[in-house]
């Protein structure tokens, strides 16, 4: 018998490609500041931990689908958060982070072979998705015909940029013409810090009133409650999807942890810690936008998320290594797509003392 390991098929693991430069990073007399990864630094709210904590005792499986519970906060928090429409516990799935849903999404979905729409820079696990499916990863900002599946990303990582309602309702329309699936990943939709570029989800009223056919909305508390460790994540939309997803998440023994679903039920039912947590995060990106923007950078869209879209024109290797000689770990735009390579990202995602750290050394 012989076989093809699924590591032949994927790309090499982007951040091992780091690695040179965060020695150089780390070498500086100051440490490094490390602000190439989007991962949350600052303390779980106690109401949350608290939530975790008295429901530790419990003995049983989880629901795949989700407590009840559960499902009806989902259902509230994205309908009062985000203007969703057409949502009811029937259309809510939590699932163990959304990397790991995005992933598995096509392979659940039982479309092998077919072929599916990545954004032109994007977050490289839609197109590990696409090939742990056996399927073809197109990369595009538009619709293409022919399409089983499309990954959509608004507010985008890395760019920060917001797609507009228009660019939306095209995909919406798109799906409602040709049966495509739009999987709209919006884990960043609540950290906007532009008021005329406000994101809107997929799902919005305003542009399908209350008609979520062929439309999946990712989302993830992460990023806004700082539950990275949780793998706290949801999804929601097409209650046939959902129902499709969930019966194959059943048979694969794909289950939020119970204690994990009760401190998500305490996130996603007190806005406060959020409010808290993003007035936090837009200190730190004022900081360091001033900051790269003085040391000669441009800074492109970044008009929401927790990431700054950089270049000063040049390849994104020489920017990274520029950064390393200072202390500062960033990502290169490559990781990202072809059209990256001019650019990095850099993170909010660094406690206050490492962000005025960074600040320093840029000036």
Request: one cysteine or more; proline letters at 7%; charged letters at 20%.
């Given at each position: 018998?012989?076989?093809?390991?699924?590591?032949?098929?994927?790309?090499?693991?982007?951040?091992?490609?780091?690695?040179?430069?965060?020695?150089?990073?780390?070498?500086?007399?100051?440490?490094?500041?490390?602000?190439?990864?989007?991962?949350?630094?600052?303390?779980?709210?106690?109401?949350?931990?608290?939530?975790?904590?008295?429901?530790?005792?419990?003995?049983?499986?989880?629901?795949?689908?989700?407590?009840?519970?559960?499902?009806?906060?989902?259902?509230?928090?994205?309908?009062?958060?985000?203007?969703?429409?057409?949502?009811?516990?029937?259309?809510?799935?939590?699932?163990?982070?959304?990397?790991?849903?995005?992933?598995?999404?096509?392979?659940?979905?039982?479309?092998?072979?077919?072929?599916?729409?990545?954004?032109?820079?994007?977050?490289?696990?839609?197109?590990?998705?696409?090939?742990?499916?056996?399927?073809?990863?197109?990369?595009?900002?538009?619709?293409?015909?022919?399409?089983?599946?499309?990954?959509?990303?608004?507010?985008?990582?890395?760019?920060?940029?917001?797609?507009?309602?228009?660019?939306?309702?095209?995909?919406?329309?798109?799906?409602?013409?040709?049966?495509?699936?739009?999987?709209?990943?919006?884990?960043?939709?609540?950290?906007?810090?532009?008021?005329?570029?406000?994101?809107?989800?997929?799902?919005?009223?305003?542009?399908?009133?209350?008609?979520?056919?062929?439309?999946?909305?990712?989302?993830?508390?992460?990023?806004?409650?700082?539950?990275?460790?949780?793998?706290?994540?949801?999804?929601?939309?097409?209650?046939?999807?959902?129902?499709?997803?969930?019966?194959?998440?059943?048979?694969?023994?794909?289950?939020?942890?119970?204690?994990?679903?009760?401190?998500?039920?305490?996130?996603?039912?007190?806005?406060?810690?959020?409010?808290?947590?993003?007035?936090?995060?837009?200190?730190?990106?004022?900081?360091?936008?001033?900051?790269?923007?003085?040391?000669?950078?441009?800074?492109?869209?970044?008009?929401?998320?927790?990431?700054?879209?950089?270049?000063?024109?040049?390849?994104?290797?020489?920017?990274?290594?520029?950064?390393?000689?200072r202390g500062i770990l960033v990502a290169p735009g490559d990781f990202y797509g072809e059209q990256g390579e001019?650019?990095?990202?850099?993170?909010?995602?660094?406690?206050?003392?490492?962000?005025?750290?960074?600040?320093?050394?840029?000036?």
């Amino acid at each position: 018998m012989s076989r093809i390991p699924l590591t032949s098929v994927l790309p090499s693991f982007p951040w091992d490609t780091l690695a040179p430069a965060k020695t150089k990073a780390s070498a500086h007399p100051g440490g490094i500041v490390d602000l190439s990864v989007g991962t949350p630094v600052d303390p779980v709210d106690p109401t949350i931990q608290l939530a975790l904590a008295e429901s530790a005792a419990e003995p049983g499986y989880p629901p795949a689908v989700g407590s009840p519970e559960l499902r009806g906060a989902i259902v509230d928090a994205l309908e009062r958060r985000y203007r969703m429409a057409g949502l009811d516990p029937e259309s809510v799935l939590p699932v163990i982070g959304t990397k790991e849903a995005i992933a598995l999404l096509p392979t659940l979905l039982g479309l092998r072979g077919e072929k599916i729409i990545i954004p032109e820079i994007a977050y490289p696990t839609y197109e590990v998705a696409a090939l742990i499916a056996g399927c073809e990863p197109i990369r595009s900002d538009v619709p293409v015909e022919g399409a089983a599946l499309a990954f959509i990303n608004s507010p985008s990582n890395p760019t920060g940029r917001v797609a507009t309602a228009d660019e939306l309702q095209a995909w919406v329309n798109f799906s409602r013409d040709t049966g495509c699936i739009v999987a709209s990943d919006e884990c960043y939709l609540g950290l906007a810090w532009e008021d005329d570029k406000e994101p809107i989800s997929l799902l919005d009223e305003r542009l399908t009133g209350t008609d979520n056919s062929g439309l999946i909305a990712i989302h993830s508390l992460s990023k806004t409650s700082s539950l990275a460790s949780y793998r706290a994540g949801y999804l929601a939309g097409d209650t046939a999807v959902i129902a499709e997803l969930t019966e194959a998440r059943k048979h694969a023994g794909l289950m939020v942890p119970g204690p994990i679903q009760h401190a998500m039920i305490a996130a996603l039912t007190s806005d406060m810690h959020e409010d808290l947590q993003r007035a936090i995060y837009a200190l730190r990106r004022a900081k360091l936008m001033r900051a790269v923007l003085s040391a000669g950078f441009t800074v492109e869209h970044s008009e929401a998320g927790l990431y700054l879209w950089v270049t000063r024109g040049e390849n994104c290797r020489d920017t990274v290594d520029w950064f390393a000689e200072r202390g500062i770990l960033v990502a290169p735009g490559d990781f990202y797509g072809e059209q990256g390579e001019n650019f990095v990202r850099i993170a909010l995602t660094a406690t206050d003392e490492r962000i005025d750290e960074a600040v320093a050394r840029l000036q």
